[in-house]
């Protein structure tokens, strides 16, 4: 519950009711009190309220006449009357003013939790029904507007409510979703939400004072909306919507408002060279082109799609399909979903906008895959370097020698080969010859200096040496270790 006012002219006993309302366990945002009928409907004139606890005797304006005052207003609140027993006769009254209920004073603190308790349930059932209605009606004016049948039944109802609250003469106008826009037309409320679009119903004069917005730039409205020419029939609503539609798409292009059906003169040849640009094959050349290093084939592909497009010789219908194909094949080569950003091109104001969205998301998914390209040839040649180093780790080996043998620079094999097996190549190597030569002393009966040199170790010493540092014993220690095991 949003607010409940108490209207009781005795200081004492209408601090104690709102004490008792803001206990009672039913929650409310704001409990407002006033001392006689004038100063509650001032309150009332400019702010909802939902519940009205209100007093029968009081100076100025008493309970009755507040009550009979208020329903001059559009919203009215659920109204308590609370006095004595000896007002019960104007009680009886005020109930036929449509009051709810009628309590005794004293007011006892359970009877106006029961109240409270009940009022609530009945407020928050009758919000949920009013918040269902409005969606219904929403889902319904978008089917009319997209996909529905223009002598439906219920446009009757419809009509006599853009009638009531528009007037016999309508417009509709679609503006893309933008936080700007809709801060500029906070006073309207969007009938529908469609791609991206909010789509309204606007009076004549109202369409006249966007009109004037949308002329000037400044507003930062201008080429995001379309607005159609007034219709007095339901029954166009559909017309309307797409003739909106329509004004806006064409507004995207020419980056300034439209406010007629004429469309520019564009020579037959020019339009077959947009739809080429539009085709399959067109549009499978700029996918393919994306991840390559030719950076500026790709740039110059997209500018002649722009460029043909700015200059009309692509219809929106061929535009928005060419995109869409765009996204899809993208996804299917790349694994990627671009469609979020660039899937749907009239969310954006203009070409020109959807242009840099569009450029920086490719040339981002370029970096990528290039990067990702690199990463691969990396990878490959560490399993190259790993496989030479198995076969050759019993010879003189080096990290020059591996590192040219797979064409990479000194420094940059090091941090890759690192990366790649988690130990550093000199360890790497040591892991690979003491494995060996632990193998060879259990399992054959050569001399520890000869093992020493078959993993490739020229210096006994040092074969010794590395191999106690490793296992933790000498080898001739493993070996007597690993017999007596056996």
Not at 1 to 27: A, F, H, N, Y
Not at 267 to 273: A, G, M, R, V
Not at 277 to 295: F, N, P, Y
Not at 342 to 360: A, D, M, N, W
């Amino acid at each position: 519950m949003q607010t409940v006012l108490v209207v009781e002219d005795e200081k004492l006993i209408r601090q104690g009711i709102s004490t008792m309302i803001k206990r009672c366990g039913v929650p409310v945002d704001e409990v407002i009190e006033c001392a006689n009928g004038l100063k509650a409907m001032e309150v009332l004139r400019d702010k909802h309220v939902d519940v009205m606890f209100t007093d029968i005797r009081m100076p100025k304006m008493n309970g009755i006449e507040l009550v009979k005052e208020m329903q001059s207003l559009e919203d009215t609140p659920i109204t308590i009357a609370v006095s004595g027993y000896d007002d019960f006769s104007y009680a009886v009254e005020m109930m036929r003013q449509g009051v709810r209920e009628y309590i005794l004073k004293p007011v006892e603190r359970d009877k106006l939790r029961e109240v409270m308790e009940k009022l609530e349930k009945e407020i928050s059932q009758k919000n949920d029904v009013a918040q269902k209605t409005e969606k219904l009606g929403k889902r319904f004016l978008k089917y009319i507007l997209t996909d529905g049948n223009e002598d439906h039944e219920d446009l009757d109802i419809i009509g006599r409510r853009i009638r009531a609250d528009i007037g016999e003469e309508y417009h509709i106008l679609a503006v893309i979703r933008n936080d700007d826009i809709q801060k500029d037309l906070a006073e309207l409320t969007p009938i529908a939400e469609i791609d991206g679009t909010d789509v309204f119903i606007i009076s004549n004069s109202k369409m006249a004072e966007i009109r004037n917005r949308l002329s000037d730039e400044t507003e930062g409205i201008v080429s995001a909306a379309g607005i159609s020419d007034g219709y007095n029939d339901p029954k166009d609503l559909k017309k309307a919507y797409l003739q909106a539609k329509e004004r806006r798409e064409k507004a995207f292009f020419s980056e300034e408002i439209v406010l007629s059906d004429d469309d520019i003169k564009v020579p037959e040849p020019l339009y077959e060279n947009g739809k080429k640009l539009c085709d399959k094959t067109a549009v499978s050349a700029r996918v393919q082109l994306t991840g390559t290093e030719r950076a500026e084939a790709l740039e110059k592909e997209w500018n002649a799609f722009f460029t043909a497009a700015r200059r009309r010789q692509i219809k929106p219908e061929d535009f928005d399909s060419a995109m869409s194909l765009f996204v899809q094949e993208y996804s299917n080569v790349y694994k990627k979903d671009i469609g979020e950003r660039v899937g749907r091109p009239y969310i954006y104001g203009t070409l020109s906008e959807y242009k840099e969205i569009l450029f920086e998301t490719v040339f981002e998914e370029n970096s990528r895959l290039l990067e990702r390209a690199g990463e691969g040839q990396t990878e490959k040649k560490m399993q190259k370097a790993v496989e030479y180093i198995r076969n050759n780790y019993s010879t003189d080996i080096n990290m020059a020698v591996v590192s040219n043998y797979v064409s990479m620079n000194y420094s940059l094999f090091s941090t890759a080969f690192k990366n790649y097996t988690g130990i550093n190549f000199v360890s790497y190597i040591r892991e690979l010859r003491i494995d060996e030569a632990k193998r060879l002393l259990k399992e054959t009966d050569m001399r520890v200096n000869e093992i020493g040199q078959k993993v490739g170790y020229d210096n006994d010493k040092h074969f010794m040496k590395n191999f106690k540092e490793f296992v933790g014993v000498s080898p001739t220690e493993y070996r007597r270790n690993t017999a007596n095991n056996t």
